[in-house]
Each structure stands twice: as structure tokens, then as C-alpha cells.
């Protein structure tokens, strides 16, 4: 090939790839509606980088390399930022090096030898939602507006107004002028339970708590956003008058949360590259258990003296970077759509994939949720599909790339009997769900309220999963969970050891992990039991408000809905479910087994002599697990913190207990061992 031709390839190529970057940074910005994962955008976004920086000819003015993106939409009055809102630079290579990368770069910028002390810096949370300027004066709320392109945004007033987290005045003495930056997210929890009801419904679901929060924030209609679970986090600031700014960005934070604004707890001021690398390390560890997406950490030069001296590089701050994470979007092959049965029988479309590293694993399956949702999403066989994995959420299928399949694919129809009994499949008037008929008769249901049963955070009976749940069934040894425990008696352990594929070993696990179990709470017990539309918060909730088993059994429908968020439909499947004999006797079969939780357990009547204190446990127990001791701290109302402060009542410690110990003993925090907690919980369930 000439080099003429060559260089016309590059070219066609750098134009294409901008093409498509317009095209997708304006369906991301200004629709809120992207057709393909973060990651890809990234993978495109990098290559034209690549090619601009071999061939600087080839950089335009309109490259999208080029400038900060995003447009204002009509219908929203635009708003000058009085200090521009700045983009971070982003540091793509996930490992520490990325880390490491950032802080030679901050000491070379600031001439530092080599023998200097470790830079400090603020690690923070780097937040998936919508940046947002909050303009104080006189520290009341007076003008919300987005980021837009940088220096002119959307005045969002109206709709920030409405959530209930931003304050409308600011706590102690405000200065005349404050603006306050940070970002509008929404909680995967409520996500969740937004699109549950979407589901319910049988409407659209939303793709992912960013675009969901950057959707609502930009409402025209506020009634729109305050029906939507919005959240914020400040991380900084924009013009000030008559303040005098704290030092460093640490305490510039410690600032804002004394206003009065949310302010994320997982902050720390860390000390060179390696203090970076541990929060890093720390937070990708914890990303699954923080109750909203993150897609990487920031770093900032603590001192904002320092800042000042680093300065800027065009729109992009030299004295902060932001630290990526794994991807929690990627783009896979679908291989084929595979229907399994559920615990209470509903059918599933599930994807099978061409197996892809996303959130941290990898994944080869994904829930497609029901037919309809399918058919709305318009994935087939075939089709390069979009996956989804955030926190310990079940991996989906968020819809499928752009592009024309090559030949004709059919649509997926129900089958009419169950694939796993073959009873038939009934879908109720109204309802999207198709569902075998079989109850406890289909084997495929069974098992699924077994594994739903043994869940982590049901009973957590450690290491009943799939394969010895098949086996256990299959063998015919356990027909309903009242079969359980007998297992871990001689004879049980006698009937497990003659499964085939099973050796003592298993049996004696298995043993141990029943007896393990049975000391558990009222609401672990009740959500075992897989009660339909009960869920893990519904099972806390009527825990909380009945306090024993025996009053939730046997309340009517009219006290179940006086529950918090138990509705009809709920109260109904509560009354339904104890009003069958069969059920009845299981749970009677399951106590007089041997299960069992602290009587009384936080009921509302008697709060608990653990009301409003803060407890934070270390260590290894001897027999309670850590969820287990949290579930009876918060039983008894206490409150588990994952740090040590001056704020902290209790440490409980167990052995190989840390740095959190010796935290207690420098603060002269009491510090408990598990019968020291139970002596505690004895006293809460006296009340
Ligand atoms: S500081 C000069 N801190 O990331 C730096 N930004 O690319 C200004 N973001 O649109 C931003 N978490 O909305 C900062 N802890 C954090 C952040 C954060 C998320 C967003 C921010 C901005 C984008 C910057």
C-alpha cells in the first residue's frame, strides 16, 4: 500500500470514529439514552486519541477529543457558571500503577526530589450521577444548574429543590455567597425497586441509576422528579465570597458536611502513592457492598495551596485524577436463551453469553426478567447484547448494541407446559409473568426454595448450594425445607452418607453448617421462608413491628398493612401463606428443630437497650458470624459502623482483631468479646 493511501485510511478512520463519537455523546448527553456501553465509548473515544496523537494533522476543533461534551437542551434556562465546572482527567490503567502514574506526575509538576515526604492527598468516591452547582446565599438554596458543556448549564432549580437530601438552608453561619458541587446519584436499591414497579406495570425499565438520576434531574415537570429517589454528595466547591476556605480539600469536605450536606463517609487523607493504592484497593473491595454504583476513586492534592501552584491544563485540573475501576457495563455475544423455573414458579428467560469479565466477574448468564421485557428490549439469539453487573445485583441484560442482524432470528415464544414438570404454564389476567402450575409437585421449584432457604441472607447455611441441592433432591432426601434439619441428626447424616457423590466429609460439613444456622433472627427467618413479595426490607419491617413469630402468623390483613410499605397485595400473600396447613407445619417442623432468634427482637414497642448507639465489630467470633452479629445489633437497634471514632459506644473484638482494637484502646472506647455482646442483647430483649 503507498503511503498516500495509507494516510487517506487513517484519515477515513479518524472522521468515522468521530462520527460515531458525536452520535454517541450526544444519545448519552442530551438524551440520557445510550445504545452502547460505557466501555466501548471509551474503547472508540481511546482510539481516536491514539490516532490524533500519531498524526496531529488529523486534530480538529470539532473532535471530540477536543472539548468538554454536552449540550444545553431546550426548555431549561441556561445558567453561566460563574467558576467554570472542570472535568478530571482520567486514568484508564485499573491497576496500581494508575495510581502511582498520578503521584510521580504530581511530584514532578512540583519539582519534589526524590527524598521528599509522601504528598498528601484526599481520596474520595468518584460518584456515577449528574454534577450539579449549588449556589448559597446567605446559606439559603437559591439557584441548582448543571454542568452543561463546563460554563453554561441548566438552571435545575425547581427539580433539586425536591430532593430531600440537598438543604434548602445551610446549617450554622453561612457565608453571603457559597457554591456547593457535587453530584446527583440514585441508590441501587431504589433503582431496583423503581424498575421492579416498571416490571410490575409491564412498562419500560430504566438502563441504569445514572442515566435514571440525569433523566429525572432534567425534568420539565418537578412533580416528575420528586417521584424519583434521588440522592447527592458534595465533593467541592465554586464561587465563594466572604469565606475563608479551609486549607486543604480534606477539611474543605469536613466543611461542607458541618453545613449540613451529605458528604460520603469513604473519604481519606492518604499519604503518597502508596496511602492511594490502599484506598483504591480498600474501596474496589468494598464496591459491591456500598448501596450505590461508583465507577473509580478520586484523587486531589490535599493542600489547595499546592493546587493553586499545579494549576490547569486546559479544562483538566493537574492536582486531581480519576482512578477507574472495572467496567460494570460491557458488550458480549448472546449464545442462546435458556427458561428457568423459580422458587414460586415463574418462568425466566435467561441469556446464555459468550462469557464476559464485568463488575468484577466474570459472567456467562444474565436475567432477561420475562417475556415481555424480552420482546420490549428486542434482543435474539444472535445479537451482540449489552450486560450489566452492579454490586451484588443479579447480572442483566440491559438491551442490545446497534446494528443489522445478517438473517432472520424467530422471537421467543412460552412453552405451554413447565420445561422442568410439565405442568401447565398459566399467566394470570393483567400480569407479565408466566408461571409453571406445579407447586412443590415441579422439582425445579423446590430447589430453587431451598437455595432461597440456605441464601447468605436468609439462614446462611454455608455450602448448600446448587449441586448438593440437586443432589438432595434428586436423591429424594429433602421434599420441603422441614426435611433439613433432621440431616444433621445421626440417621440424617446415615441417608446424606448413601447419596451418591456424596463422601462423609460433605456430610459432616453440611451437618455443621445446619446446626450453624438454626441461631438466626426473626427476620432472617421469615425471609427464608420465601414468602412471595416479601423481601429482605419487608421481612425486617414485620419483624420490627410484631416482634414475635407467632403475632405475624396470625395477624389479620388489616394489621399486616399497617407494616411500613406493605401494601394489599402483600398483606394478601402474608395471610395466604399461613393460612395453608402444609406451611404452617413446616415452620412449626423448623422450630421444634432447633431454630431460633432472641424473642422480642427490636419490636416496636421496646427499641432496645441498643437504641441510637454505634457499635463496630473486628476479628473473628467464636460462634456468631459478622452478619450475624450485625443482624442482632440492629435487631436490638444499635448501629454498626465499619470505623472506630470518638462517636463509636462498643468494639467488639474477636480474635486476629486489628487496628480497629487498638483504635478503641487510643480512644478509651469499651471494648466488648462476643459474651460481652450477648450480656448486652440479653439486657436489650429484658427491656
Ligand atoms: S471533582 C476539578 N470529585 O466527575 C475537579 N468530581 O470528570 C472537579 N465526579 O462531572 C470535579 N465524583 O461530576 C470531583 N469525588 C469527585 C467526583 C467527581 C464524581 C464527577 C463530576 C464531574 C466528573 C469530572
Not at 490524533?52 to 431546550?74: I, K, M, W, Y
Not at 457535587?182 to 441504569?208: P, S, W
Not at 499546592?306 to 455475544?333: D, I, M, N, S, Y
Not at 439462614?459 to 440437586?470: F, P, S
Request: aromatic share 6%; net charge neutral.
Amino acid at each position: 500500500m503507498s503511503h498516500m493511501s495509507e494516510a487517506r485510511d487513517i484519515a477515513a478512520r479518524a472522521a468515522a470514529l468521530r462520527e460515531q463519537l458525536h452520535h454517541h455523546a450526544w444519545r448519552y448527553y442530551t438524551l440520557d439514552a445510550p445504545e452502547i456501553p460505557d466501555a466501548e465509548y471509551d474503547r472508540l473515544f481511546g482510539e481516536l486519541q491514539a490516532l490524533e496523537q500519531a498524526h496531529p494533522g488529523l486534530r480538529s476543533v470539532d473532535s471530540p477529543t477536543q472539548r468538554v461534551l454536552g449540550s444545553v437542551l431546550e426548555g431549561l434556562a441556561p445558567v453561566r457558571h460563574a467558576v467554570p465546572m472542570l472535568s478530571i482527567q482520567t486514568e484508564t490503567d485499573t491497576t496500581a500503577a494508575g495510581a502511582r502514574a498520578f503521584d510521580a506526575r504530581v511530584r514532578r509538576e512540583l519539582e519534589l526530589a526524590d527524598d521528599a515526604p509522601p504528598v498528601p492527598y484526599t481520596a474520595e468516591l468518584k460518584f456515577d450521577g449528574l454534577a450539579i452547582n449549588l449556589r448559597y446565599e446567605s446559606g439559603v438554596l437559591v439557584q441548582a444548574a448543571t454542568r452543561g458543556d463546563g460554563q453554561t448549564g441548566e438552571d435545575v432549580t425547581h427539580n433539586i429543590r425536591t430532593i430531600g437530601q440537598i438543604p434548602l438552608r445551610l446549617r450554622g453561619a453561612a457565608p453571603p455567597l457559597l457554591e456547593i458541587r457535587g453530584e446527583v446519584y440514585m441508590r441501587r436499591d431504589a433503582f431496583e425497586r423503581l424498575n421492579e414497579r416498571q416490571r410490575e406495570k409491564g412498562e419500560r425499565t430504566y438502563v441504569n441509576p445514572r442515566n435514571t438520576a440525569a433523566g429525572a434531574v432534567r425534568q420539565l415537570d418537578p412533580a416528575v422528579t420528586a417521584s424519583r429517589p434521588l440522592a447527592f454528595y458534595a465533593y467541592g466547591v465554586g464561587e465563594v465570597r466572604g469565606w475563608r476556605e479551609p486549607a486543604t480539600q480534606g477539611a474543605l469536605l469536613d466543611a461542607l458536611a458541618a453545613f449540613g450536606v451529605p458528604v460520603a463517609a469513604e473519604r481519606r487523607v492518604v499519604h503518597g502513592a502508596a496511602g492511594l493504592v490502599r484506598f483504591h484497593d480498600d474501596i474496589e473491595a468494598a464496591r459491591d457492598r456500598l448501596p450505590f454504583d461508583i465507577d473509580g476513586v478520586v484523587y486531589k492534592v490535599d493542600s489547595l495551596e499546592l493546587q493553586r501552584r499545579l494549576g490547569f491544563k486546559t479544562r483538566e485540573p493537574r492536582w486531581a485524577v480519576a482512578h477507574k475501576f472495572p467496567a460494570q457495563e460491557q458488550a458480549t455475544h448472546l449464545n442462546g436463551i435458556e427458561l428457568q423455573v423459580g422458587r414460586t414458579g415463574k418462568l425466566t428467560p435467561v441469556a446464555k453469553l459468550e462469557p464476559v469479565f464485568v463488575g468484577g466477574t466474570t459472567v456467562s448468564n444474565a436475567t432477561l426478567h420475562n417475556l415481555f421485557e424480552l420482546r420490549r428490549k428486542g434482543v435474539r439469539v444472535g445479537d451482540e447484547v449489552i450486560v450489566r453487573r452492579a454490586g451484588d445485583v443479579i447480572p442483566e441484560i440491559v438491551g442490545r448494541m446497534p446494528g443489522v442482524r445478517p438473517h432472520y432470528v424467530p422471537n421467543l415464544r412460552m412453552p405451554r407446559a413447565c420445561p422442568v414438570c410439565g405442568s401447565a404454564v398459566v399467566r394470570e389476567r393483567g400480569s407479565v409473568e408466566h408461571r409453571c402450575s406445579g407447586g412443590l409437585f415441579c422439582a425445579a421449584q423446590r430447589k430453587q426454595a431451598l437455595l432461597h432457604f440456605a441464601g447468605r441472607r436468609a439462614m446462611d447455611i454455608e455450602g448448600l448450594g446448587d449441586k448438593l441441592v440437586d443432589q438432595l433432591v434428586d436423591g429424594g432426601v429433602v421434599r420441603t425445607l422441614a426435611d433439613l434439619y433432621p440431616l444433621a441428626t445421626p440417621e440424617g447424616t446415615a441417608r446424606l452418607a448413601a447419596l451418591e457423590r456424596m463422601g462423609d466429609k460433605s456430610a459432616a460439613n453440611l451437618t455443621e453448617a445446619l446446626e450453624r444456622s438454626k441461631t438466626t433472627t426473626l427476620a432472617r427467618f421469615v425471609y427464608a421462608l420465601g414468602i412471595r413479595h416479601v423481601g429482605e426490607a419487608t421481612a425486617k419491617d414485620l419483624a420490627r413491628h410484631f416482634g414475635t413469630l407467632s403475632r405475624i402468623e396470625d395477624a389479620p390483613l388489616e394489621q399486616l398493612i399497617e407494616v411500613r410499605d406493605v401494601g394489599p397485595v402483600v398483606a394478601e400473600s402474608i395471610r395466604t401463606f399461613f393460612d395453608q396447613p402444609h406451611n404452617r407445619e413446616v415452620v412449626a417442623a423448623l422450630v421444634a428443630a432447633g431454630v431460633s432468634w432472641p424473642e422480642h427482637e427490636g419490636a416496636a414497642a421496646a427499641p432496645g437497650a441498643l437504641a441510637g448507639r454505634t457499635l463496630v465489630l473486628t476479628g473473628t467470633l467464636p460462634d456468631l458470624t459478622r452478619d450475624q452479629a450485625r443482624d442482632l445489633i440492629e435487631a436490638a437497634g444499635g448501629k454498626v459502623a465499619g470505623s472506630v471514632s470518638k462517636k463509636t459506644d462498643y468494639v467488639v473484638a474477636g480474635s486476629e482483631a486489628g487496628s480497629k482494637l487498638e483504635r478503641a484502646r487510643e480512644l478509651g472506647v469499651t471494648v466488648l468479646d462476643e459474651a460481652g455482646l450477648r450480656a448486652l442483647l440479653a439486657a436489650a430483649s429484658a427491656n
